[in-house]
């Protein structure tokens, strides 16, 4: 079955740290580049983070930038998403997508991605 499976999220506290992993199965990660991204409560979904195929391209959204690190073992077939300083405002419901859309320039646009995974929440609370 093609998929996308996120997970690791979780409750931590503002200042804490998770990484959330996104495992594709059925297909092959290396011909696909990924992106994060995150839909809080009564808001739209929000683009955060890409990386390229092979992993030499990464772009970051204003609002993750220097907190956030994407990163991906394309022989684990899976992206992660390592999150630190994390916020109050950090609270959502995260997804992983593929595309094949190359630049990352546009990233945030949801029409480049043909697959998307479930989800996984994370909760920032003290």
């Known amino acids: 079955q093609v998929q996308l499976v996120e997970s690791g999220g979780g409750l931590v506290q503002p200042g804490g740290s998770l990484r959330l992993s996104c495992a594709a199965s059925g297909f092959t990660l290396d011909y696909y580049a990924i992106a994060w991204f995150r839909q809080a409560p009564g808001k739209e979904r929000e683009g955060i983070t890409y990386?390229?195929?092979?992993?030499?391209?990464?772009v970051y959204s204003d609002s993750v930038k220097g907190r956030f690190t994407i990163s991906r073992d394309n022989a684990k077939n899976t992206v992660y998403l390592q999150m630190s300083s994390l916020k109050p405002e950090d609270t959502a419901v995260y997804y992983c997508?593929?595309?094949?859309?190359?630049?990352?320039?546009?990233?945030?646009?949801?029409?480049?991605?043909?697959?998307w995974g479930k989800g996984t929440q994370v909760t920032v609370s003290s």
């Open positions: 990386i390229s195929k092979s992993g030499d391209n990464t």
């Open positions: 997508a593929r595309t094949t859309y190359t630049t990352g320039r546009y990233f945030y646009s949801e029409n480049l991605y043909n697959l």
